[in-house]
């Protein structure tokens, strides 16, 4: 039972935030299908920004936090140039599997919520400052170059690759022969 002295709003707040969470868990798996939305979220708040031909502080803005999830996301949870543990580099050393700082599903909730904060942004005409967005273009460019080229050499220094291809297959070497079977070719 719930504490008596509890108010009223504090508890239908509680009990929201457990229903959101509820509807988290169950798209965990559905990862194109969460990403999917994210895009469409996106492509409608680029399309407001378009169309009001206003904004460019937000979308500047919304633009250097998605970097800053992608660059979490892109990081190893343990750095090897901060930490004294380091990455395995020969066969003989014991695998670990590449842990992110910031998982897949936190870099989809940040975005998309922080995708709908923009957009609703955009309703309030407090936040469409006037400015020379090409500006801001060029700045945001320059950023993502610079961020990314320090990321990939991070990345080839320490030789890890953040991305999982797949479970890796060795062709006919994996399949199951049965004794007795006839073969039909």
Excluded at 59 to 79: E, H, K, Q, R, V
Excluded at 162 to 169: E, N, R, V
């Amino acid at each position: 039972m719930e504490d008596a002295s509890e108010p009223a709003g504090v508890a239908q707040l509680a009990q929201a935030h457990r229903l959101l969470q509820r509807h988290l868990d169950k798209t965990v798996v559905w990862a194109r299908a969460r990403w999917a939305v994210f895009f469409f979220v996106l492509i409608l708040f680029l399309v407001r920004v378009y169309v009001k031909q206003g904004f460019f502080v937000v979308t500047y803005g919304l633009g250097i936090y998605m970097l800053n999830l992608f660059i979490n996301f892109l990081s190893p949870a343990i750095d090897p140039d901060t930490e004294d543990v380091a990455l395995p580099t020969k066969e003989s050393s014991e695998f670990r599997p590449f842990t992110r700082k910031l998982p897949e599903f936190k870099f989809w909730w940040s975005a998309i919520r922080a995708t709908v904060l923009a957009s609703v942004m955009t309703l309030v005409p407090v936040f469409d400052l006037p400015v020379y967005w090409p500006i801001l273009l060029a700045y945001f460019i320059l950023l993502l170059v610079l961020t990314m080229k320090d990321r990939i050499k991070h990345m080839i220094k320490h030789k890890y690759v953040p991305f999982s291809l797949g479970k890796q297959t060795y062709g006919e070497l994996s399949k199951v022969k049965v004794p007795g079977e006839k073969n039909d070719k």
